[in-house]
């Protein structure tokens, strides 16, 4: 089955840490760019990174730039978004695509596929 599945969101304190997963089944994440989106309550839906996942090139908006990094693992077909000194601002139910919105580098392709979300709370 060609999917994209996000997991590793949950609770965590204002300051703390968290790593969302994003694994490919179905197909290879070679050649394509995948983002990170969200979307909190109320709120239209936030893409605020991408990687080409061949060449490695990213991008960030200034919202998570400094706090959060975008990775993958070629081996297994997954993309990682490390979180840190997250605010109560982040809070937002997180999906990860093979699209990017963001002026990323390098050749890439997009398709509209997408994961179901994982919800990340931050709160005391």
């Known amino acids: 089955q060609v999917q994209l599945v996000e997991s590793g969101g949950g609770l965590v304190q204002p300051g703390g840490s968290l790593t969302l997963s994003c694994a490919a089944s179905?197909?290879?994440?070679?050649?394509?760019?995948i983002g990170w989106f969200r979307q909190a309550p109320g709120n239209e839906r936030e893409g605020f990174t991408c990687?080409?996942?061949?060449?490695?090139?990213?991008y960030y908006t200034d919202s998570v730039k400094g706090r959060f990094t975008i990775t993958r693992d070629i081996a297994k077909n997954t993309v990682y978004l490390l979180m840190n000194s997250l605010k109560p601002e982040d809070t937002a139910v997180y999906y990860c695509?093979?699209?990017?919105?963001?002026?990323?580098?390098?050749?890439?392709?997009?398709?509209?596929?997408w994961g179901k979300g994982t919800l990340v709370t931050v709160s005391s």
């Open positions: 695509a093979t699209q990017c919105a963001l002026p990323l580098s390098g050749a890439y392709m997009t398709e509209d596929r």
């Open positions: 179905g197909f290879t994440l070679d050649d394509y760019a």
């Open positions: 990687i080409n996942y061949s060449a490695g090139f990213t």
